[in-house]
């Protein structure tokens, strides 16, 4: 049975398959929700024509680890020293807003991604009960979970399992669905990790857990006896495939072989990592030893734009820098690492990550004119050294269209980013 069909024709299509297929000029043709065909232009399409030529289309971006709601701190937490962040200076301001400004923000982060071109994220906060209908309502593919800690447990794993009952744990079933997200190694203590374990099996649901985020952190972890942050949660059965673990900085070389050999996801951060810690996380031993690596932008105050072209960007000078070699992480593996190896990260690789038929049609076309984007020998470096998310013309999900025109289509943007900046602005005084 066909239904009716929507052709996107451009002037480049980037498959990002296994074979890296690329169609120039190209065309995808999407019916429903899924893609139908992949290839050069039809001589004559039936259906709906959307005259995307001028741009290239390539798979919709997947941001592995952001907080949405923290759009209203961007640019309060500026050049802290290293171990004062978190608790000297983003708790305290988190203390003073409440749901519905939280709620706004995250309808502005989730905005804002969208027109920087990415089509899922995994997204995780406090009160994620409360901010969830509004990740929902954006449009996004989205994985949330809602974030616990030792000192409320009680009180808020009940939240966590009631957020998996409502949006279910399969991201076959629904645009958004739930995960389970303990904060970190050192604020979730053993007996807090094997519940979340537990719960993990029964209901399928992934794990998300910051990481060997901050220097504080390993030093609690280990007066609590522990080798290490990945040593403990190798310990609690918190190292594997269906754990996205975010930043992953303070490994030891050890620790870094022991969460790729487990084949743990990773969501690395650079631009947070190097604005918040000065460092670069063993992105290089993680994936040589088989970390699936996606890129996340972090929250909004961590980079200080929730933009993956720009995190493309910076993943690559940052891996270089680190490595002493300019030939170390290319912009092919970057390109990777935003789409299907974040995709893979999320489990969700069947469903999206690249341009095939039968996966879903998420799908962006990015503006090949711009005088930063020419000359275009090669989509490939210009889309990770060149393009910005103010170059994304088209976001599709799920066969969508959420932004055409640069413009959203079902979102009213003057009135999100209004909201959101009234709430931000009571946190200035
Ligand atoms: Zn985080």
Not at 89 to 100: K, Q, T, Y
Not at 152 to 176: C, H, M, N, Q, Y
Not at 325 to 350: F, K, N, Q, V, W
Not at 408 to 415: I, N, Q
Request: aromatic share 4%; hydrophobic share 45%.
């Amino acid at each position: 049975m066909s239904g009716a069909s929507l052709t996107l024709l451009a002037d480049e299509v980037l498959t990002l398959d296994a074979a890296g297929t690329v169609y120039a000029p190209g065309a995808v043709v999407i019916e429903g929700p899924r893609i139908r065909a992949v290839g050069p232009p039809p001589a004559a399409a039936s259906g709906e024509v959307a005259d995307l030529r001028g741009c290239v289309l390539l798979p919709g971006l997947i941001n592995v680890h952001t907080h949405t709601p923290m759009w209203l701190f961007r640019g309060l937490t500026e050049d802290v020293p290293r171990g004062e962040w978190l608790t000297g200076r983003m708790r305290p301001l988190e203390r003073r807003v409440g749901v519905p400004e939280l709620r706004a923000g995250a309808r502005a982060g989730c905005l804002e991604l969208l027109l920087n071109g990415v089509t899922t994220i995994a997204d995780r906060y406090g009160h994620m009960a409360d901010i969830a209908g509004a990740v929902e309502e954006s449009g996004l593919r989205a994985v949330i979970a809602h974030s616990l800690y030792d000192d409320s447990v009680e009180r808020e794993l009940p939240i966590a399992e009631a957020l998996l009952e409502r949006f279910g744990t399969d991201p076959r079933r629904s645009r958004v669905w739930a995960g389970l997200g303990p904060h970190a190694t050192d604020t979730c203590g053993p007996d807090l990790l094997r519940r979340v374990q537990a719960l993990a099996e029964r209901t399928g649901a992934r794990v998300f857990i910051h990481l060997a985020q901050s220097e504080q952190e390993v030093a609690e972890v280990r007066r609590q006896g522990h080798a290490g942050c990945a040593s403990y949660l190798d310990e609690v059965g918190l190292l594997g495939p269906t754990v996205v673990a975010a930043h992953a900085i303070y490994l030891t070389d050890e620790e870094a072989d022991l969460v790729g050999r487990r084949g743990t996801a990773v969501a690395h951060c650079p631009s947070s990592n190097a604005k918040l810690e000065g460092r670069v996380a063993p992105i290089g031993r993680l994936r040589r030893a088989g970390a699936i690596v996606g890129l996340g932008t972090d929250a909004a105050c961590c980079n200080n734009a929730m933009d993956l072209f720009a995190e493309m960007r910076v993943a690559g000078l940052l891996n270089k820098v680190a490595a002493d070699d300019p030939a170390a992480l290319p912009a092919s593996d970057l390109l990777r690492m935003a789409t299907i190896d974040a995709a893979s990260a999320l489990g969700i690789a069947d469903l999206v990550g690249t341009l095939e038929p039968g996966k879903r049609a998420d799908i962006i076309a990015v503006s090949r004119q711009a005088p930063h984007l020419l000359p275009w020998h090669d989509a490939t470096p210009n889309l990770v050294y060149a393009a910005r998310g103010s170059d994304v013309v088209a976001v599709f999900v799920d066969g969508r269209p959420i932004v055409l025109e640069r413009r959203p289509v079902h979102l009213d943007p003057e009135r999100i980013v209004a909201e959101a900046t009234r709430a931000a602005l009571s946190l200035a005084g």
